[in-house]
């Protein structure tokens, strides 16, 4: 009997020590999965944002102009209504010929793109960009790919601009 004792009790301790191994063992793999998860879900976006600007690289942009005022100083985006198509790639050429500060504010527009880089003299600035302000003879590229269809809003948020008609709209079609 008390041999018995003694041996149910080592294989009890046995299996208790194997269950807990194999819950060690199960509980790393899981941390190790979810891990892997985690990796591929942080990898997913910047791989997918490369593929995308490796494909729309090699398509010409087109390109446009828009000026902030003009040489006689009118408050006013010239032209003040543009279109732009979805999936396509522009270079926005933005001037300001005017003596004044002018902004170019389209925080939804902004949302709606995906932005390659704005470029300002040397300097080249990659990413999200929601307003731009231009110094007078100042000018800037701003080259980008729509991707929300949809109807926004443009304007100046210098004081007073606005309310001076200093607004356009930007259409982007599918
Ligand atoms: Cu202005």
Known sequence: M?????????VITSLTFAAI????????????????????????????AANLSGDLLKQPATEITINLGNS??????????LEFVTGKRY????????????????????DGIWTQKVQAG??????????????????AEWVFVPLKSGDYGLRCTIPGHTEAGMTGEIAIKN
Request: hydrophobic content about 45%; proline content about 5%.
């Open 72 to 81: 006689a100083n009118e408050l006013k985006f010239e032209p003040n209504h």
């Open 122 to 139: 040397k300097v080249e600035i990659k990413g999200a960009i929601h307003e731009l302000e231009l110094k007078p003879g100042a000018e």
């Open 91 to 110: 270079q926005l050429t933005l001037t300001n010929p005017s003596q004044l500060k002018h902004y170019f504010t389209a925080k939804d527009f902004a």
């Open 21 to 48: 191994t194999w819950l060690q063992i199960l509980r790393r793999n899981y941390v190790i999965f979810t891990l892997l998860l985690g990796l591929n879900f942080i990898v997913a976006t910047p791989a997918m």
């Open 2 to 10: 008390k041999i018995y004792n003694h041996l149910s009790q080592i």
